[in-house]
């Protein structure tokens, strides 16, 4: 979807200073997970169902993708979905092989089909939440 010209004007993160900066939640969202990768399991952490901890981080990590590609580029489209997308399936597989050098952690290919599911989930809602109508053409 092209944006007008003078709309352009008044969308944040557009002009040269601050287009950079909407990268930065999703820099800071990537060195959390990479941290708390990092550290052996808790025993707080074994309460919850893993599938539900990756659903949830990786529906966010989709999100924060996303906003930090409308900061870079000006094209709203589908192909900034998918680039997000592919962003949050290859930092998944990146997390579950960096887990598999951590005590007490391990990679799992299941864990790494919540992350890519999640992120589509979170596809589907930002189609479904941005362009209503246009959903099912995606």
């Not at 601050?18 to 990092?38: D, E, G, N, T, W």
């Not at 870079?72 to 597989?93: E, T, V």
């Amino acid at each position: 979807m092209a944006l007008s010209p003078e709309r352009n004007k008044r969308l944040p993160g557009k002009t040269g200073r601050y287009r950079k900066l909407a990268a930065v939640p999703l820099v800071l969202y990537m060195l959390l997970i990479f941290h708390i990768s990092s550290r052996p399991l808790s025993p707080a952490a074994c309460r919850v169902p893993d599938w539900i901890l990756h659903m949830l981080c990786y529906f966010t990590f989709f999100f924060l993708a996303r906003l930090a590609l409308i900061g870079w580029f000006l094209d709203r489209g589908s192909r900034l979905d998918n680039i997000a997308l592919i962003m949050a399936a290859l930092y998944g597989i990146s997390d579950e092989w960096h887990q598999s050098f951590i005590p007490t952690r391990h990679a799992s290919w299941i864990d790494i089909f919540w992350d890519i599911s999640s992120a589509l989930a979170a596809r589907i809602v930002f189609r479904l939440i941005t362009q209503p109508g246009q959903a099912e053409e995606t």
